[in-house]
């Protein structure tokens, strides 16, 4: 099972995307669920955590103006960004740790190939 990242592009600085993170085939669940991101030049950071619980964490930087959540009827998981900043330019990636393809068949710790998104000022 892949992991497929969508919904990057280019937006000024104050406006909004919506990224969604998908199964390449059909499963049962995901668990955790992570977005990650790397700037240009910089290392990979942590953005929003959601658990199969729906319990979410987010960096400091974002807090307030993203917004992590699941659809667990389409197994996708969303980050709704808004107010961008130049800052958060980066290309996105998402990141499971286990996913449930069917019962008693398990993956683990799957990534999306990434999805850029460019803030300008």
């Known amino acids: 099972v892949q992991l497929q990242a969508s919904g990057g592009g280019l937006v000024q600085a104050g406006g909004s995307l919506k990224l969604s993170c998908a199964a390449s085939?059909?499963?049962?669940?995901?668990?955790?669920v992570d977005w990650y991101r790397q700037p240009p030049d910089n290392q990979r950071e942590l953005v929003a955590t959601i658990t199969s619980t729906g319990y979410r964490n987010y960096r400091d930087s974002v807090k307030g103006r993203f917004t992590i959540s699941r659809d667990n009827a389409k197994n996708t998981v969303y980050l709704q960004m808004d107010n961008l900043k130049p800052e958060d330019t980066a290309v996105y990636h998402c990141?499971?740790?286990?996913?449930?393809?069917?019962?008693?068949?398990?993956?683990?710790?799957?990534w999306g190939q990434g999805t850029l998104v460019t803030v300008s000022s």
């Open positions: 085939e059909k499963i049962n669940r995901f668990n955790v």
């Open positions: 990141h499971a740790d286990r996913i449930q393809v069917s019962p008693g068949r398990y993956e683990y710790d799957r």
